[in-house]
């Protein structure tokens, strides 16, 4: 038999008894409440783990590198490219125009050294320095504890003794459910 027709099958009887089982079922119960006699009421005791914890906080130093820039500046690279400058303007041109293109190559050279020291950058090796900083860290405290948890309670209502758990003290009395169904004879 393939899957579907099984499922089909017992889908079928299934049904079947649901409706069987549904004729004999009485539908005239009615349901009341009322107050019985509480017999006696023990508590029910659990041990639970109970977190205390606290932030504990500490200064604390600490060392950190601190990267520095410095520029350092020096007359002597303008006064070399100031010479370099003059010597190759003094190549060029002849009279007072050797004379302009040295003056110019000069001019130049320096201006240049300038630039390119103005454009190099020095790091010095890193310097160490400290300071205080506040770390906090949670610190848990368990402790142990017995606690109330219920209430194992026995009760007698007209002479029929029972027993529930409840999650609070029920007192002198609690209050029950009671069904009450018609016999035919």
Do not use: W
Request: net charge positive.
């Amino acid at each position: 038999m393939n899957r579907i027709v099984q499922r089909a099958v017992l889908a079928s009887l299934l049904l079947v008894s649901i409706s069987a089982s549904a004729q004999y079922r009485n539908t005239n119960v009615q349901t009341n409440y009322d107050f019985a006699r509480v017999i006696s009421a023990q508590p029910i005791y659990e041990t639970v783990e109970i977190d205390n914890g606290r932030e504990v906080c500490r200064n604390q130093r600490v060392n950190y590198a601190q990267q520095e820039y410095r520029q350092h500046r020096s007359e002597s690279s303008s006064v070399v490219g100031a010479i370099i400058g003059g010597v190759i303007g003094n190549q060029f041109g002849s009279g007072n125009g050797r004379a302009a293109a040295t003056v110019a190559g000069v001019a130049l050279g320096s201006a240049v050294a300038r630039d390119a020291q103005n454009n190099a950058r020095r790091y010095d090796s890193p310097r160490y320095a400290s300071r205080t900083e506040r770390i906090c860290e949670y610190q848990p405290d368990y402790r142990t504890e017995r606690q109330i948890v219920g209430y194992d309670v026995r009760y007698d209502y007209k002479g029929q003794r029972g027993q529930t758990t409840t999650r609070n003290q029920p007192g002198q009395t609690i209050r029950v459910q009671v069904a009450v169904t018609a016999i035919e004879d």
